[in-house]
C-alpha cells in the first residue's frame, strides 16, 4: 500500500542554522510533492509544489528537492527563525485531484 | 474572499448525539475535501466532491459517517451516533481543480469534535 513517511520526532534547531525535514514516500509515483506549514490550532497551509521533472524549486529561504530514484523529497529552511517554527506537511501526488498527506515533522527553532 | 470557512470551531458532545459540521468553501471552487487529523493518524481524507457530487468516500471511517454538498457555496459532514474515537480536528478545503492535477488546496480553520 501507499506510505508517506516523515520524522514523526521534532527537529530542534538554533536560530540562524539550516533545517531539513524529509518526506520518503513508497508505491507512489508521484508527479508533484506539496509542502504544507501547519501552526497549532490552524489549518495547513501551502508553501510550495514541485514537480517530478524538477530536481530543486526555491522560495525565498525554503528550497525543496524531489528525487524520484530514491523517492525522497527534502525541505530546507535556511537562515531559520522563531517564527518558522510550526509543523511541516508533504503530500505527493500522482497528479489527480486527491491530496494525501505525511503525518508531518514538528520544528521548533530555538533563540 | 474570506477563505474556507468552518463552523463550529469547537463542539463538545456526549456520545449518541448527532454532530454537523459545516464548511463553505472558497467561491468558484469546484474541489472540496473533508479531513479529519489526529495525533495517532494525522491528516486523513475522508471524502471530497467535485461540482457538488462525491467522487471518493473511501475514506469516511463508518457508515456513521456521511457527507453532503447540496450546492456549489455549502457542505455538511455529520456524524450520527458520535463516539468518543471521532474526537478530533475536521478540516475542510477547497481547490480549482486543475487538468494537470497539481491542485493546491486552501484549508479553513477546522472544527476541533470532543466526545464525551
Known amino acids: 500500500s501507499q506510505k508517506i513517511e516523515q520524522n514523526s520526532e521534532a527537529l530542534n534547531i538554533q536560530e540562524g542554522k539550516t533545517a531539513t525535514l524529509t518526506c520518503n514516500y513508497t508505491n507512489y509515483s508521484p508527479a508533484y510533492l506539496q509542502w504544507y506549514r501547519q501552526d497549532p490550532g490552524r489549518g495547513p497551509v501551502f508553501l510550495l509544489l514541485i514537480r517530478e521533472n524538477e530536481k530543486e524549486k526555491r522560495k525565498e529561504r525554503l528550497k525543496v528537492t524531489f528525487d524520484t530514484t530514491l523517492k525522497q523529497s527534502l525541505f530546507h529552511i535556511t537562515a531559520s527563525q522563531p517564527a518558522d517554527s510550526a509543523t511541516y506537511l508533504c503530500?505527493?501526488?500522482?497528479?489527480?485531484?486527491?491530496?494525501?498527506f505525511g503525518t508531518g515533522t514538528q520544528l521548533k527553532v530555538e533563540l | 474572499d474570506a477563505g474556507v470557512i468552518q463552523s463550529p470551531r469547537h463542539e463538545v458532545t456526549e456520545m449518541g448525539q448527532e454532530v454537523t459540521l459545516r464548511c463553505k468553501p472558497i467561491s468558484g471552487h469546484d474541489y472540496l475535501f473533508w479531513y479529519r487529523q489526529t495525533m495517532m493518524r494525522g491528516l486523513e481524507l475522508l471524502i471530497y466532491?467535485?461540482?457538488?457530487?462525491?467522487?471518493?468516500d473511501s475514506g469516511m471511517p463508518e457508515d456513521r459517517f456521511s457527507a453532503k454538498m447540496p450546492n456549489a457555496s455549502f457542505s455538511t459532514l455529520k456524524i450520527q451516533p458520535s463516539e468518543p474515537r471521532d474526537s478530533a480536528v475536521y478540516f475542510c478545503?477547497?481547490?480549482?481543480?486543475?487538468?494537470?492535477?497539481?491542485?493546491?488546496?486552501?484549508f479553513g480553520a477546522g472544527s476541533r469534535l470532543t466526545v464525551l
Open positions: 478545503a477547497s481547490t480549482l481543480g486543475h487538468h494537470s492535477g497539481a491542485n493546491v488546496l486552501t
Open positions: 503530500a505527493p501526488t500522482g497528479g489527480g485531484n486527491k491530496l494525501t
Open positions: 466532491f467535485n461540482n457538488n457530487v462525491p467522487i471518493d
